[in-house]
């Protein structure tokens, strides 16, 4: 019993500190270097890792903003650079939840699945009152986990490599438009990554990003278009949008870390686990050549 109690506030820590990720420099440099040093403390790493993934995974759930998914962005590879297989188990835990990040898709069939229920929990409804979700309430999920993926593949920390970047974006894009069918989910699944990642792939991969988008434009949205779902409709029109317009060109207000919160009223209480960490700030000195640098 002891043991569980002190697991569950180990979780708690972790979880009080990811919650509190803004997308500032100052936010993401402490809660890095705290979560740095949780990892390598009390249980044994692997335990820790598993419960960094799994807090920072759900919490991007309630994320109020872009801005903060960009700071789990870098949080996550900064985390990772001292951890590297924590980036691997938080890749598995998303994937886990949302098999769009694989990118995979389950297709319905009789033969396959027992009852239509059992194929939306294969591909992550959950239950509420012993009730599946609704479809909104899945989609809404999904569309986090995709854009806190979306956000991690083009986080870029001067010094830092991120061990799952830009180049693992343009690989999920190809997977995904070579296999995946065009339906509601996907067309969420898409809009929410492109939504993230999209400027940081076009900075990349400039002309051959491009041609990606009008083969999307071209044979996704077309087959999209076939759906009479209100919600695949709005989809193809913030996709055809986003396309249409070059929003792709121009950077998304979030991903360049401000440099502090304009007020410290908004900056939430943390003095009852603020402490003197010693992750990051002992292992960088910030006065040398080697330290983080936050670059446009």
């Given amino acids: 019993m002891d043991s569980n109690k002190e697991y569950r506030s180990h979780g708690m820590q972790m979880a009080r500190r990811i919650k509190t990720i803004t997308g500032?420099?100052?936010?993401?440099?402490?809660?890095?270097?705290?979560?740095?040093?949780?990892?390598?403390?009390?249980?044994?790493?692997?335990?820790?890792?598993?419960?960094?993934?799994?807090?920072?995974?759900?919490?991007?759930?309630?994320?109020?903003?872009?801005?903060?998914?960009?700071?789990?962005?870098?949080?996550?590879?900064?985390?990772?650079?001292q951890v590297p297989h924590a980036m691997e188990i938080l890749l598995a835990k998303l994937n886990k939840v949302c098999i769009f990040t694989v990118p995979k898709y389950l297709s319905y069939s009789e033969a396959a699945f027992e009852s239509k229920e059992a194929y939306y929990r294969a591909i992550g409804y959950q239950e509420e009152d012993g009730k599946l979700e609704s479809t909104d309430s899945y989609v809404g999920r999904l569309t986090q986990h995709m854009k806190l993926y979306g956000a991690l593949i083009q986080t870029e920390v001067y010094g830092v490599r991120n061990l799952h970047g830009i180049?693992?974006?343009?690989?999920?894009?190809?997977?995904?438009?070579?296999?995946?069918?065009?339906?509601?989910?996907?067309?969420?699944?898409?809009?929410?990554?492109?939504?993230?990642?999209?400027?940081?792939?076009?900075?990349?991969?400039?002309?051959?990003?491009?041609?990606?988008?009008?083969?999307?434009?071209?044979?996704?949205?077309?087959?999209?278009k076939e759906h009479e779902d209100p919600k695949v409709k709005k989809a193809v029109i913030s996709l055809?949008?986003?396309?249409?317009?070059?929003?792709?060109?121009?950077?998304?207000?979030?991903?360049?870390?401000?440099?502090?919160?304009?007020?410290h009223g908004l900056v939430p209480n943390e003095s009852n686990y603020n402490d003197n960490s010693s992750g990051y700030q002992q292992n960088y000195n910030y006065n040398s050549p080697n330290r983080f640098v936050y670059r446009r």
């Avoid at 509601?184 to 939504?195: C, D, N, P």
């Avoid at 002309?207 to 999209?224: E, M």
């Avoid at 055809?240 to 007020?263: A, C, V, W």
Wanted: charged share 20%.
């Fill in 24 to 81: 500032t420099k100052e936010s993401v440099r402490t809660k890095a270097d705290e979560l740095v040093k949780l990892i390598n403390s009390t249980f044994p790493q692997s335990v820790n890792v598993g419960i960094f993934a799994d807090k920072i995974v759900s919490q991007s759930t309630n994320a109020s903003s872009n801005s903060v998914l960009y700071g789990y962005g870098h949080v996550i590879v900064m985390v990772t650079s």
């Fill in 167 to 224: 180049e693992e974006g343009w690989k999920w894009l190809a997977r995904f438009l070579n296999a995946l069918p065009a339906n509601i989910y996907t067309a969420v699944a898409l809009q929410a990554f492109i939504e993230l990642a999209g400027f940081g792939l076009y900075k990349t991969y400039k002309n051959q990003f491009k041609k990606l988008l009008n083969i999307i434009s071209r044979d996704f949205l077309n087959a999209l």
């Fill in 240 to 263: 055809d949008n986003y396309i249409q317009s070059n929003h792709f060109q121009k950077e998304p207000e979030g991903r360049i870390l401000q440099e502090s919160l304009l007020s």
